[in-house]
């Protein structure tokens, strides 16, 4: 079974940065792509960056991320990675990772507020 384990999240002013971790139990070649996603209170989960595995360098991004937020991988450490530049408050939500739409991780904390 397919682990997924987050880490990085936590509380910043607006402004601020933050970089999310995750860790896959298995090689990530196993997957054909994957991603962060976040999910506010009251709100569905929402896809905000995706990697492809073939391609690296095959990326997409939810608008509100574009810009402000960039994903990685590290091939060697089966791991992604999600660096999230000037925070807004409406960033507030439980940030998970992903893999093909149907692993997901146990999810990480962020809030930005002042």
């Known amino acids: 079974q397919v682990q997924l384990v987050e880490s990085g999240g936590g509380s910043v002013q607006p402004g601020g940065s933050l970089n999310l971790s995750c860790t896959a139990s298995?090689?990530?070649?196993?997957?054909?792509?994957m991603g962060w996603y976040r999910q506010a209170p009251g709100k569905d989960r929402e896809l905000v960056a995706r990697?492809?595995?073939?391609?690296?360098?095959?990326?997409d991004y939810a608008d509100s991320a574009k810009g402000r937020f960039t994903i990685s991988r590290d091939d060697n450490k089966d791991m992604i990675y999600l660096e999230m530049n000037n925070l807004q408050p409406e960033d507030t939500a439980t940030y998970y990772c992903?893999?093909?739409?149907?692993?997901w991780g146990q999810g990480t904390q962020v809030t930005v507020s002042s």
């Open positions: 992903g893999a093909d739409g149907k692993s």
């Open positions: 990697i492809y595995v073939i391609n690296k360098h095959i990326t």
């Open positions: 298995v090689n990530i070649f196993t997957f054909v792509y």
